[in-house]
């Protein structure tokens, strides 16, 4: 029995898509399917590979484990690459309606969003409203070193 590397994959967008972003989309990966991907067979424990090592040179020669896990590699390489390009443009066209729905703000020197997510943190368990400088970011890279 030949194994194999096995992906099925399912996607449900949001209900936003129009039917044409969706038949683009599906144009090149459908919004299911399902890829297959052949797995070499492992080296027998029955041969022995001894005599030839003595014929080769030490570096010239590979083990068939290691010659084994080096094509399962490249076949979970090709497996992974494969997926990438299918789903990337199904990726991209959510991506890009999860990006309208955040809020970024305006981000002062030194506050980034994990930054100002921590100060409302903050000032949620004190009661107290602890506002954000944005007045500190004066534009002139003090205290950054140079490169």
Do not use: C
């Not at 029955?46 to 020669?61: I, Q």
């Not at 084994?68 to 199904?90: G, H, M, R």
């Amino acid at each position: 029995m030949a194994k194999a590397i096995s992906i099925t994959y399912t996607l449900q967008g949001p209900a936003s898509l129009t039917a044409a972003e969706v038949e683009q989309a599906s144009a090149s990966a459908g919004p299911s399917g399902s890829r297959s991907f052949p797995v070499p067979e492992p080296p027998s424990s029955t041969s022995s590979s001894t005599s030839s090592s003595s014929s080769t040179p030490s570096s010239a020669w590979v083990s068939p484990t290691s010659a084994y896990y080096t094509a399962l590699s490249s076949t979970l390489v090709a497996a992974q690459n494969a997926l990438n390009e299918s789903l990337t443009v199904w990726k991209n066209l959510v991506g890009d309606r999860e990006k309208a729905k955040e809020d970024q703000g305006k981000v002062a020197h030194g506050m980034g969003k994990v930054a100002r997510m921590m100060a409302a943190v903050k000032a949620a368990d004190s009661g107290a409203s602890t506002p954000i400088d944005e007045a500190s970011d004066d534009g002139d890279g003090a205290g950054l070193d140079e490169v």
